[in-house]
């Protein structure tokens, strides 16, 4: 039997029974997802936005060739997988969720992949990610988040390359069900980005900022059942993505200058990259953790505007054959009475061979894995794509 609401001084430090549908899911995640290079580098990507991968994380990326493309056109491809294994709080509410990490130890795995094309000054990318989130069933059954988001940008630059603008959008969709049974609720939503890079001409240093806003959906499409009651759980009446404002700077020291185009179809200098990110996630009225929702308890989330930051490194210590990554970050609490963490990341990325797909043109085909480890938190990468 389902009672009245909970009243909002019910719904403080510790999660209670959901007794109500008038709470939004809300979707934020505080782990660097992304490429093996944005997780390697402790999730910094707003001024080190490029190609396909950066994309992820700055809508400006499609039109920012790497300095050895000087051709009318040119394209980029990547292809990155996470898994994260041995963890206990993966979305850092302080509750221990060991039931909803699977016998092979893997608590959620999270797909991308992407293509973009660059013509000119102008760029275009197409990305697409997929995540699965184990969660705690009280029911004992196998439920499960799937999240799939589908991005296209368009990009610009003017002013011998020195400022480049982009736009998004991105369309996602969240599914929860049991094993593999009809999902218990679904919904399609949508949002907008936008991105800008400042990379001055002959210099080392780039800057940028982003801006995601927020995605709500209040349509959930629910399975046969009775949304206060669906397999012994109650329904959200709508999810919710919040707002994201970041703005990063990133610096290159090597044997020549960062931005400028340069000879050869591949640089292939030893270089040191360091870069820092500093971030602010929107608050989400009303919004409640994933985690706790699976084991049918309120626990507020987003109350308030998160801070973040990130720092990382890169260094080519074999030109054109090896990286090595290293970074660090803070993952900003989400939940009532739940406080941040600080994450290590390291990686590494190998160029594996040379070769000529069509015509004279050469392409490095390179492999990468990552690490991220936090308290009650561990994520592993591997990574396909093109060396640049």
Not at 59 to 67: E, F, Q
Not at 261 to 268: E, K, Q, Y
């Amino acid at each position: 039997m389902v009672t009245t609401a909970a009243p909002d001084a019910a719904r403080g430090e510790e999660p209670v029974p959901i007794t109500d549908r008038a709470w939004a899911l809300d979707l934020h995640r505080g782990a660097a997802l992304g490429s093996v290079r944005i997780v390697g580098m402790g999730g910094v990507q707003v001024a080190l936005a490029e190609g396909s991968a950066g994309t992820l994380g700055n809508p400006a990326a499609p039109a920012v060739r790497k300095a050895t493309s000087t051709t009318r056109w040119d394209w980029d491809f990547h292809l990155d997988a996470l898994d994260a294994v041995i963890v206990s709080d993966l979305d850092n509410n302080g509750r221990d969720d060991d039931d909803g990490v699977a016998a092979d130890g893997r608590a959620a795995t999270t797909l991308t992949a992407g293509l973009a094309g660059m013509y000119y000054g102008w760029g275009l990318a197409l990305t697409v990610s997929s995540a699965h989130e184990r969660l705690t069933d009280r029911g004992g059954g196998a439920l499960g988040a799937t999240a799939t988001v589908g991005k296209v940008a368009i990009a610009s630059t003017w002013g011998d390359e020195t400022w480049t603008v982009g736009g998004a959008v991105r369309v996602g969709t969240l599914a929860v069900a049991v094993a593999s049974a009809e999902p218990l609720f679904s919904l399609t939503g949508a949002g907008l980005e936008g991105g800008i890079l400042y990379r001055p001409h002959r210099a080392d240093l780039r800057l940028g900022a982003t801006l995601a806003l927020p995605v709500t959906g209040r349509e959930v499409e629910v399975a046969a059942c009775d949304p206060l009651d669906c397999a012994g759980h109650i329904l959200p009446e709508r999810v919710a993505v919040p707002w994201e404002l970041a703005v990063g700077a990133a610096w290159r020291r090597g044997p020549t200058a960062w931005n400028q185009a340069v000879g050869g179809r591949f640089r292939d200098e030893r270089a040191l990259i360091v870069a820092v990110d500093l971030r602010a996630v929107g608050a989400v009225a009303d919004g409640m953790g994933l985690e706790a929702w699976s084991e049918g308890l309120w626990q507020r989330s987003g109350r308030s505007i998160a801070l973040g930051a990130n720092a990382g490194v890169e260094w080519e210590a074999v030109p054109g054959r090896l990286r090595l990554r290293g970074g660090t970050y803070w993952e900003p609490g989400r939940f009532a009475g739940v406080g941040g963490r600080p994450h290590l990341t390291v990686g590494l990325e190998v160029g594996v061979f040379t070769f000529r797909p069509w015509g004279n043109t050469r392409y490095r085909l390179r492999t990468g894995v990552t690490g991220d480890f936090a308290p009650r938190f561990g994520n592993a990468g591997l990574s396909l794509g093109f060396w640049s």
